[in-house]
């Protein structure tokens, strides 16, 4: 048996060794050789944790508020986030050329964000708000 083959067998010993056991390091030397496995455990989370962060319902991703146009954005009165807004509520509007064109609630909710000032420039499909459906 070469050298080589000898050490191939050795490594073989070792893993089987390793296999049925719950060391995490082992070495062994013989004639002048010598040879280690070092194990690093590997974290699998429990079946329960798995199985509870699949089932759980996720949080519904707030409703976004587009601007319609380019232009300035004004406020139709200073929005925070926890404000109550109903379908409809006319949140704003975008002034492009001298025209206005409105910004509304497309739902009842919470405004969960307030993305723009009023008197900022917008481009349009900009998220100007976000609001989380009540």
Do not use: C, N
């Not at 050298?3 to 073989?12: H, R």
């Not at 296999?19 to 699998?44: C, D, K, L, N, T």
């Not at 949080?59 to 200073?78: D, L, N, W, Y």
């Amino acid at each position: 048996m070469s050298e080589k083959d000898e050490v191939l067998a050795l490594l073989d010993d070792l893993l089987r060794l390793a296999e049925g056991s719950g060391a995490s390091v082992i070495e062994v030397e013989a004639e002048g050789m010598g040879a280690a496995i070092v194990r690093v455990p590997s974290v699998v989370p429990a079946p329960r944790a798995a199985e509870a962060r699949a089932t759980s319902p996720k949080a519904p991703e707030p409703a976004r508020v587009h601007s319609s146009g380019v232009g300035i954005f004004s406020a139709s009165k200073e929005w925070s986030a926890g404000d109550e807004v109903k379908k409809g509520t006319v949140l704003g509007a975008v002034q492009s050329l001298g025209a206005m064109t409105d910004v509304v609630a497309p739902i009842d909710g919470v405004l969960r964000d307030v993305l723009v000032a009023g008197g900022a420039p917008v481009e349009y499909g900009q998220a100007l708000f976000a609001i989380e459906k009540r």
